[in-house]
Nanobody
Framework: VQLVESGGGLVQTGGSLRLSCTAS????????IGWFRQAPGKEREGVAC????????WYADSVEGRFTISRDNAKNTMYLQMNSLKPEDTAVYYC???????????????WGQGTQVTVSS
C-alpha cells in the first residue's frame, strides 16, 4: 500500500488545517489507519487512529476534542481535521496503514512521506 499525503503548512495559533492521505489500494476499510507525528528531538507518537472496519477510534490526550480522524472508503482517503492548533502541535505528520494493528503505536507497516505542520505563536 502506498500512501500520499497533502495538506500541511504554516498556520497561526488557533487556526485549522486538514490533512489528507490517499491510498493506492482499494479496500482501505480493511486496514487500521492512523495519523502520527514527530517533532524535532522527540519520538514519533500516535495522534489519532481508527481500527479496521471502524470498530474503535483512539486519540492522544493532547489532541482530544480538537482533532478528528475520518476516512472516505470510496475514495481510499483518510483525513485529519485539526482545529484550535497550538505551537506544540508543530511536527511532521505521517499517515499510516496496517492490516492487523489494534493500537495506535507507531509500528504500522505502511507509511506516507510525511507533511510538515507549523503553528506559529
Amino acid at each position: 500500500v502506498q500512501l500520499v499525503e497533502s495538506g500541511g503548512g504554516l498556520v497561526q495559533t488557533g487556526g485549522s488545517l486538514r490533512l489528507s492521505c490517499t491510498a493506492s489500494e482499494d479496500r482501505i476499510d480493511e486496514y487500521a489507519i492512523g495519523w502520527f507525528r514527530q517533532a524535532p528531538g522527540k519520538e514519533r507518537e500516535g495522534v489519532a487512529c481508527i481500527s479496521s472496519w471502524a470498530e474503535f477510534q483512539w486519540y492522544a490526550d493532547s489532541v482530544e476534542g480538537r482533532f478528528t480522524i475520518s476516512r472516505d472508503n470510496a475514495k481510499n482517503t483518510m483525513y485529519l481535521q485539526m482545529n484550535s492548533l497550538k505551537p506544540e502541535d508543530t511536527a511532521v505528520y505521517y499517515c499510516a496503514a496496517d492490516r492487523y494493528s489494534v493500537s495506535c503505536r507507531p509500528n504500522y507497516d505502511h507509511w506516507g512521506q510525511g507533511t510538515q505542520v507549523t503553528v506559529s505563536s
